[in-house]
């Protein structure tokens, strides 16, 4: 086992070109793995069966004296690299067949998105207003149209000016495989966009190269999605808000805030852009724990 652990790393680090940190963590893992094998008898690559395998799984999740339990993303990392281990050596004719081939690793629990409540937004919003400045207004277009629109940052900063029709009150947004959907746009939205048109981007655009996009940086060229990444973070600071907001905070605020408001879940899977309502469904659990925590606080014989 051990040389032809060795023998699977070496293809890794040479054939694969794997990090050096990568391939500590394989090796770590193996030689777990290794050592619980040898603890069961099992001392060659061909003895390994796949109950052997779906043990060691097991014992991961269970801990030992040595070793504390892992958590479905660790030990999903671990069978990773058993699964990596055996194909290859199935493929080198060290074994008959691939023991680990139906071995599947656990599933990590799914993670709820997070959201804000509607008055964490608005104070969001506001804070990014700086009256006066170019900036300050493309920074309340940029949050107003990701909360009224849903869209994720990088759809929203790879926008062009002709990619809006205020008039129409509709945004053409381009997803995760060039995919493009419209969808509409609030009168607070189409306000701070029409504001930042009008009274900074032109500003803006005279220092840079006639760049199409609609959010600029304060050199003339296209905003990046560090850049607005850093808007957001900068308004959530002095909003004064203690959640975490990361790059995705606004649109699952959208998603849920609809969702709360009555909307169809296949509407907000439109609204996302998501291939598969699957996608969109783990919003609905978010607002089925807000039901519950209301029945909680209401209902008279909700509890004891």
Do not use: C
Not at 128 to 133: D, E
Not at 169 to 182: C, D, F, H, Q, T
Not at 217 to 241: D, F, P, Y
Request: proline share 6%.
């Amino acid at each position: 086992m051990d040389r032809a652990v060795r023998g699977y790393l070496d293809h890794l680090a040479v054939e694969r070109g794997l990090a050096s940190n990568t391939l500590q963590s394989y090796e770590r893992d193996l030689r777990r793995y290794v050592a619980f094998l040898a603890v069961r008898g099992v001392r060659r690559p061909d003895a390994v069966g796949e109950q052997d395998i779906t043990s060691f799984l097991a014992s991961l999740r269970e801990g030992s004296e040595a070793h504390p339990p892992l958590g479905a993303s660790s030990a999903a990392r671990t069978v990773v690299a058993v699964r990596g281990f055996h194909k290859f050596a199935h493929r080198e004719g060290m074994t008959p067949s691939d023991p680990a081939r139906a071995v599947r690793p656990p599933s990590p629990p799914r993670r709820l998105p997070k959201a804000l409540p509607l008055d964490s937004i608005e104070a969001l919003l506001a804070a990014s207003s700086a009256p006066g400045t170019p900036l300050s207004l493309r920074d309340r277009a940029l949050l107003e149209l990701l909360y009224g629109t849903g869209a994720r940052i990088s759809e929203a900063v790879g926008l062009d000016v002709d990619d809006v029709d205020l008039s129409a009150g509709a945004v053409l947004l381009r997803g995760k495989g060039s995919k493009e959907r419209i969808v509409p746009v609030g009168t607070y939205a189409r306000e701070a966009v029409s504001a930042y048109q009008v009274r900074a981007r032109p500003g803006l655009a005279a220092s840079g190269r006639g760049t199409p996009a609609l959010f600029l940086n304060a050199r003339g060229g296209r905003l990046s999605r560090q850049s607005a990444w850093t808007v957001l973070r900068s308004a959530a600071e002095k909003a004064h808000i203690s959640a975490e907001v990361s790059p995705h905070t606004m649109r699952h605020s959208f998603a849920t805030h609809l969702l709360d408001g009555g909307a169809d879940v296949r509407v907000v899977q439109e609204l996302l852009g998501h291939a598969s309502v699957t996608t969109t469904q783990v919003y609905t659990l978010v607002t089925v724990d807000k039901l519950r925590e209301v029945y909680a606080a209401a209902h008279p014989r909700a509890r004891a």
